[in-house]
């Protein structure tokens, strides 16, 4: 069991960019670009804020981004992957 503290917003919004990326770098698995630009609109009142401000970026991004994050996972994307 790991002896860190609970992931909490309040926490979050304390974290460095580097701590955040780190944080939750898993939710966009191997694009952590998402939620490292996602940090700028820090404070977040609530999950479902965070949430949106990922979905922004993801908006937001170029192609080659969407494509980059798309190919990343084949296994998910089908032929859009190819």
């Known amino acids: 069991m790991s002896g860190a503290p609970p992931l ?20 966009f698995e191997l694009s952590p670009w998402v939620v490292q630009r996602a940090w700028d609109e820090r404070p977040f009142d609530t999950v479902e804020g965070l949430h949106a401000a990922m979905m922004r970026v993801l908006d937001a991004s170029t192609t080659a981004d969407k494509l980059a994050l798309i190919r990343a996972h084949p296994e998910l994307a089908g032929k859009a992957a190819i």
């Open 8 to 27: 909490t917003l309040a926490r979050l919004n304390s974290m460095n960019q580097t701590g955040f990326t780190t944080a939750l770098g898993f939710a």
